[in-house]
């Protein structure tokens, strides 16, 4: 009995000694940040980005203005060979709106699209917002811009799944609900989902195809009372979907998914001081585990994502150097356990 009571202290230091180990393991790994360049800073308010890569070259979109809302904001397209030196290739204006938010895809036909909304200087029937969609087949020279989607709505990101392209709108009015869109041929968008989710003021999203055609949806909220994300998911023909809500708020969303199977997600975190984030995410049971922050804070997020020679290439701005800029960074992700 004398000898048990002796070794119970014995006992309880070594369980001590093994907690720092237990709760270190339990973790998530973290990305290394390989590198981060500011690669534009010549606008007034520089903001909103989206990357892609396509054949050889990269393709970095933003709007650009005098502040973070302002009626001048214009779409800027930049190139870049080597991902090191960046030049201007585009600039897209309007005189009758305020341009905002660029995001740009490879539609089929191996055409580059480019989708953003305009914000009114005359709304029409009290409705403030037209969303446009522009083709290139180099990223220099865009057609005209092409409405799509309801006056009202905005759609915020146009993903296609083979050849089929799809959105979701937000409506920027008194309607504060979203629905998704369909389009078979990247000009005419029909509604698919009549209301998507209509609670929790939602707004910006990200969808995502999966390689065994399970459609996601990432989707921002800004309620009070519901601010939380909340994660989609459906199979086609995706006119049916089931939402939970996740455990974190994300603004500006983004997903990709990587060769192994992981979801990676990234977007404005509000967790103490507004930063740019990246995590991983669990599709099944909506978990997310932070990989990174990258160097971000103030007026931050809406970051673009590709997964490329190994490296994870993050877009996003911020404004944590003073003047609101854009940024890119290379990450290397822990290796799948």
């Not at 060979?81 to 191996?110: E, F, M, Q, V, Y």
Request: glycine share 10%; charged share 25%.
């Amino acid at each position: 009995m004398r000898r048990s009571r002796q070794l119970l202290p014995l006992l309880a230091t070594t369980l001590l000694s093994l907690l720092p180990a237990v709760a270190s393991a339990a973790e998530p790994a973290q990305a290394e940040i390989v590198s981060v360049q500011k690669i534009w800073d010549q606008g007034k308010h520089n903001a909103f980005t989206d990357l892609i890569w396509k054949d050889g070259e990269w393709f970095c979109v933003f709007r650009e203005g005098d502040g973070h809302v302002s009626p001048n904001g214009a779409l800027r397209v930049l190139s870049s060979k080597d991902g090191k030196s960046w030049a201007s290739a585009a600039l897209i204006t309007a005189t009758d709106s305020d341009l905002r938010d660029a995001k740009i895809c490879i539609a089929p036909g191996n055409r580059l699209m480019l989708c953003g909304a305009g914000a009114l200087h005359k709304p029409v029937d009290g409705l403030k917002h037209q969303s446009y969609v522009w083709y290139s087949e180099d990223g220099r020279k865009w057609g005209d811009a092409i409405p799509v989607g309801d006056l009202g709505y905005w759609l915020w990101r146009v993903t296609w799944q083979g050849d089929v392209a799809y959105s979701v709108g937000y409506g920027t009015g008194s309607n504060r609900t979203t629905r998704l869109y369909r389009s078979l041929d990247g000009r005419k968008f029909e509604t698919l989902v009549p209301e998507l989710v209509g609670e929790g003021y939602p707004n910006e999203s990200s969808l995502l195809f999966q390689k065994d055609g399970t459609g996601l949806c990432l989707l921002r909220r800004d309620d009070k009372e519901a601010p939380n994300a909340m994660l989609g998911t459906a199979t086609a023909p995706y006119d049916k979907w089931s939402f939970k809500t996740l455990d974190t708020r994300i603004g500006g969303p983004q997903l990709i998914d990587l060769p192994d199977g992981r979801v990676v997600v990234s977007g404005r975190d509000y967790v103490g001081k507004a930063k740019t984030s990246v995590w991983f995410l669990n599709p099944k049971t909506g978990k997310l585990d932070m990989t990174a922050t990258l160097p971000s804070g103030g007026d931050t997020s809406y970051p673009g994502l590709v997964f490329r020679d190994g490296l994870l290439w993050v877009s996003y701005y911020s404004s944590h150097e003073g003047k609101t800029s854009i940024y890119l960074a290379k990450l290397k992700l822990p290796e799948k356990s």
